[in-house]
Every structure is written in structure tokens, then in C-alpha cells.
């Protein structure tokens, strides 16, 4: 089973920019498609992007496009998330998933990290 930990969170102003890191471990991280998610306080956990094993493939919901980009490094077994143009609706506990089954898909069984805290002022 492969172990995520993110890292890169914090609080930064509205504007402002954070780049999300997530280190992968015990497992082949270049045959897993790779995804961040957010959750707010009291609200479900929701999509924000996702990477194909090879990081020719790339996906994002409505609210990241434009402003973030997720990339990967597979000689680091790394994920990344940049994101830029931060409002204070980013405010979050973001994780990092592998999707286990190697595809990126909504149905794909998923490791997850135990998430880092980005906070956005105004």
C-alpha cells in the first residue's frame, strides 16, 4: 500500500500563492494516477486535480482551472500542486490521492495522505 504525506500548507492572504507537495512511499507511484481533493469545515470532500501515471494527462475541476496546476515528478515520487490567485473560499484541508487501480477515475479505489491545512485571509 503505497503511504502519502503532504506538505506546503499554511496561511497566506488572499492573492497569494502556495505550491502543495506530496511524497509517496511503498509502492510503484508511477503506476498510480495521482489527485488532490479538498475539504472544507463541515462540507464533503471535493476534487480539485488529478495526473495520469505518466503526467501526460491532466484534470481539473471547475474551481482549479486557471489558478492551479498539478504536476508530478516520478523519479521523486512526488506530487505537486500549485496554486495561485488564492481566495479565502480555498480554505481547506488538502489531500493528496493515488488511485490505486492506475487510471485516474472516480471509481478507482484510492490511498490517501492525511492532509494539510491552507488557510486564506482577506
Known amino acids: 500500500q503505497v503511504e502519502l504525506v503532504e506538505s506546503g500548507g499554511g496561511q497566506v492572504q488572499a492573492g497569494g500563492s502556495l505550491r502543495l507537495s506530496c511524497a509517496a512511499s511503498?509502492?510503484?507511484?508511477?503506476?498510480?494516477?495521482m489527485g488532490w481533493f479538498r475539504q472544507a469545515p463541515g462540507k464533503e470532500r471535493k476534487f480539485v486535480a488529478a495526473?495520469?501515471?505518466?503526467?501526460?494527462?491532466?484534470y481539473y475541476s471547475d474551481l482549479a482551472k486557471g489558478r492551479f496546476t498539478i504536476s508530478r515528478d516520478n523519479a521523486r515520487s512526488t506530487v505537486y500542486l500549485q496554486m495561485n490567485s488564492l481566495k479565502p473560499e480555498d480554505t481547506a484541508v488538502y489531500y493528496c490521492?493515488?488511485?490505486?487501480?492506475?487510471?485516474?477515475?472516480?471509481?478507482?479505489?484510492?490511498?490517501w495522505g492525511q492532509g494539510t491545512q491552507v488557510t486564506v485571509s482577506s
Open positions: 490521492a493515488a488511485y490505486l487501480d492506475g487510471a485516474v477515475s472516480m471509481s478507482s479505489r484510492k490511498s
Open positions: 511503498g509502492g510503484s507511484f508511477s503506476n498510480y494516477g
Open positions: 495526473i495520469n501515471e505518466s503526467g501526460g494527462g491532466l
